[in-house]
């Protein structure tokens, strides 16, 4: 049984902040004008990026709340080519029966506007591949075996957090989602644990990124909230 939990307040970790309701409001602006400009994006550069960069994104995204504090996440960046050779060919395969027929026509016709198809070239020209895994045993501490509790809804925020780093760095991101992705678990040699939960493409828009219009159509605030 566990012992009773400490706690330490935030103002000793230097991390309690006090700000004005104006101080705020210009703070949430700014994000908000920040993140407006992300866009979901198939053209990259293929200029190299830093690690470095990469692994602040990434510890960003560790910072993220998670059931039980259990942080049921791994994250795996490829820059090799070879790999990501191996990775695309593997992907477009899944994707050549997704767009097949195994998708269902009612799915098919949501992503006609979007225009996407089992070509991914993608895979290959972006600097990163970011292959995020949902843990379903895992634990605190390195070497821990415990069950890990709303994996699914913790990895999402992560990797929130993760796309909305990448995108203030000035990356683009597109996130990829083939279906199955276990082939991801052999090829990067995670264990069985683990599920693969997105992979994310990563690296400099290229001059002629562009997005569909489909995309650029966003729901109102007025749709997406209501005050009681």
Not at 92 to 115: M, Q, S, T, V
Not at 157 to 181: E, Q, R, Y
Not at 214 to 226: N, Q, R, T, V
Request: glycine share 8%.
């Amino acid at each position: 049984m566990a012992g009773a939990p400490t706690f330490t307040t935030l103002k000793d970790l230097g991390h309690f902040v006090d700000r004005g309701d104006a101080d705020m409001a210009a703070r949430a602006r700014s994000f908000f004008e920040t993140i407006r400009t992300r866009h979901t994006i198939r053209e990259f550069k293929p200029d190299p990026v830093p690690l470095e960069l990469i692994e602040t994104c990434i510890a960003a995204a560790g910072r993220a709340p998670s059931g039980a504090n259990h942080q049921p996440w791994h994250f795996v960046a490829v820059s090799d080519q070879e790999m990501k050779r191996r990775i695309r060919l593997a992907a477009e395969e899944e994707e050549r029966a997704f767009y097949g027929g195994r998708a269902g026509a009612e799915w098919l016709d949501a992503l006609a506007p979007i225009g996407t198809d089992a070509e991914k070239p993608f895979l290959e020209t972006a600097p990163w591949l970011i292959a995020v895994f949902a843990q379903r045993r895992g634990g605190l501490e390195r070497g821990d075996d415990r069950k890990n509790y709303y994996v699914t809804e913790s990895v999402g925020l992560a990797c929130g957090f993760l796309i909305a780093a990448l995108h203030s760095a000035g990356l683009g991101t597109l996130t990829h989602t083939p279906n199955p992705m276990s082939f991801l678990t052999e090829a990067l040699g995670r264990p069985d644990t683990e599920k693969p939960f997105v992979l994310l493409v990563v690296g400099k828009m290229a001059e002629d990124a562009a997005a569909p219009d489909h995309a650029l159509k966003k729901k109102a605030l007025s749709d997406i909230m209501s005050v009681v």
